[in-house]
Nanobody, 123 residues
Framework: QVHLVESGGGLVQAGGSLRLSCAASGLTFDNNNIAWFRQAPGKEREFVAGIRKIFRDPYYADSVKGRFTVSRDNYKSTVYLQMDSLKPEDTAVYYC????????????????WGQGTQVTVSS
């Protein structure tokens, strides 16, 4: 059974930093693209950042470029999202997701999801 477990969320002031982790089990980690999505109250789930399975090249939403960094450790089956210069508009539940299929920014391509971790940025 596949499990994705996020951790590292919390409350932080604007301009601060958080590091999210996503630990995976029950799947061949190396064969999956891993991405972070977020969903704020009343809004649709949106792509934040992702990292591909083979080339490990990162992709970012325009809204987080230059502030967030995604990385993966295939030995630990873990993906990280380093979030710096946080803004109140970054407040959301953050989810990690795994997919063996192309289309890293498309949530419909992902068949495994974590339970989410809350990130709240105060102004």
């Amino acid at each position: 059974q596949v499990h994705l477990v996020e951790s590292g969320g919390g409350l932080v002031q604007a301009g601060g930093s958080l590091r999210l982790s996503c630990a995976a089990s029950g799947l061949t980690f190396d064969n999956n693209n891993i991405a972070w999505f977020r969903q704020a109250p009343g809004k649709e789930r949106e792509f934040v950042a992702g990292i591909r399975k083979i080339f490990r090249d990162p992709y970012y939403a325009d809204s987080v470029k230059g502030r967030f960094t995604v990385s993966r450790d295939n030995y630990k089956s873990t993906v990280y999202l380093q979030m710096d210069s946080l803004k109140p508009e970054d407040t959301a539940v953050y989810y990690c997701a795994a997919s063996a299929y192309p289309g890293i920014a498309d949530p419909n391509r992902y068949n495994y999801w974590g339970q989410g971790t809350q990130v709240t940025v105060s102004s």
